[in-house]
């Protein structure tokens, strides 16, 4: 199977775990720092893989690694400290849309990665496809406090630092000590939350409500984007960053299929709503993204 293949399953597999994660967070509260200490502290259950590739690093790969896994835990932060805004509507096309510019510029400029002609075109075609797919019009001059705007910006970065310090990694070591490295710096990131009382006292309280009916439904949904970003890591080791990053539209029309779906069979279930226009620009970015796709998986 192609990276692409790969990558096509893995925003899939992602698609099905926030719609899950969706639903039950209408109803159950989680603290942004509460999430990405879960996520951080699942990440430490890479140890089991010890006896099957690891390695260790030099002292400056090492420091890498860690502080590439960190990064994710830390972007996680921002990005739901983002959506906790009520301008939802305008942060989520901005951090979709900067992630991928952001890692093409990381990319070119750290790694030393250079696009050919059709990447650069599908690259770009997938990014407009993003954002059309985003972008909810009458919400489009609604942000009006630079502080979300500035937090969304920065959990962007941090991804985007993060997929190309993987990738790094990744050129270095093999996949399975690559991914064990990363992962505990994530894991580690998480553990540093605990020094933080305020942060204690969340997390706490995130993992008492993971351990209810709810949230250990919550908690089965993070299997799939668990199993979607191991996929995408090893995807990383068979092509660009960039490109990988911004097949992240895919997931979105995926979305926007389940979410019709779900809005036509039961208007209330996710309280979706969609008027013709959003509708419309939707679909075209669905239309758009797909000729991304068609671009890079020739490459």
């Known amino acids: 199977m192609s990276w692409v293949g790969i990558v096509i399953i893995a925003h899939t597999l992602n698609a099905l775990s926030f719609l899950v994660s969706k639903f039950l967070l209408e109803h159950v509260r989680i603290k942004p720092i509460g999430y990405a200490a879960i ?47 009520d301008e939802v509507s305008t942060i989520v096309p901005v951090i979709g849309g900067a992630i991928p510019i952001i890692t093409f510029v990381l990319a070119w400029f750290l790694l030393g990665e250079r696009l050919p002609q059709r990447g650069i075109e599908g690259f770009i075609l997938l990014v407009l496809g993003t954002i059309f797919m985003l972008w909810v019009p009458q919400q489009a001059k609604k942000v009006k406090r630079k502080k979300e705007m500035m937090i969304a910006l920065f959990a962007a970065f941090l991804f985007a630092a993060s997929f190309v310090g993987t990738k790094y990694i990744f050129e270095q070591t093999t996949f399975v000590n690559g991914f064990t490295w990363t992962r505990w710096g994530s894991g580690i990131a998480a553990l540093l939350f605990l020094l933080n009382p305020k942060f204690r006292k969340e997390i706490v309280s995130a993992f008492k409500l993971l351990w209810s009916k709810t949230g250990l439904v919550f908690g089965g949904s993070q299997l799939f984007g668990g199993v979607a970003f191991v996929l995408i890591s090893y995807a990383i080791t068979l092509a660009s960053p960039t490109l990988i990053n911004a097949l992240q539209g895919v997931q979105y029309g995926i979305l926007l299929v389940l979410a019709l779906l779900a809005w036509v069979i039961r208007p209330n279930l996710l309280k979706e709503q969609f008027t013709r226009k959003e509708i419309v620009l939707k679909i075209f970015g669905v239309i758009i993204i797909s000729a991304g796709v068609l671009l890079v998986a020739t490459l």
Do not use: H, M, N, Q
Not at 53 to 61: V, W
């Open 39 to 85: 996520v951080g502290f699942a990440s430490l259950l890479v140890t089991v893989l010890v006896p099957f590739g690891y390695a260790p690093l030099s002292a400056g790969d090492t420091v890498i690694a860690l502080v590439t896994g960190a990064a994710f835990t830390w972007a996680l932060l921002y990005f739901f400290r983002a959506l906790d805004s």
